[in-house]
């Protein structure tokens, strides 16, 4: 793993590099996307599987994204989005800090645990 994904997951905190290793949960992960007040990736994606009137349209289509990029690559996107589009709104799943407009109950929490980002990895990675 190269170092820049190391400095990205040390948001989480210690125990998160120890799960890095630990295989993600498809199943979970599909609801986690699917979820409209979780990960909420649905409010902006097209998710497969997904009722049209309910899918984002602003953001690409998560269709075949497993078989575009790998494991890795759909965990930066889900923890530094920012690198691949410096204008993205999508936000870092990880980060805790640098933060705007964060709501007070969520002041120093990641949008998703370290397990929840590699149950999402799973599951996009099986959109092939």
């Known amino acids: 793993m190269r170092l820049r994904s190391w400095i990205a997951l040390a948001a989480f905190g210690a125990g998160a590099i120890c799960s890095v290793h630990a295989a993600g949960n498809a199943e979970r992960g599909a609801a ?67 933060l705007e407009r964060v709501a007070p109950a969520l002041r120093g929490k990641p949008l998703l645990s370290a ?5 999402v990895v799973a599951y996009l990675a099986t959109l092939k």
């Open 32 to 98: 986690i996307v699917a979820s409209r007040s979780e990960g909420l990736c649905v409010l902006c994606h097209p998710v497969p599987g997904q009722p049209e009137p309910l899918q984002g349209t602003i953001a690409p289509p998560l269709a075949g994204v497993g078989g575009r990029l790998t494991a890795e690559q759909l965990r930066q996107h889900l923890l530094e989005p920012e690198r691949f589009d410096p204008d993205t709104v999508m936000p870092a799943y990880g980060r805790t800090r640098g």
């Open 115 to 119: 397990a929840q980002v590699e149950d």
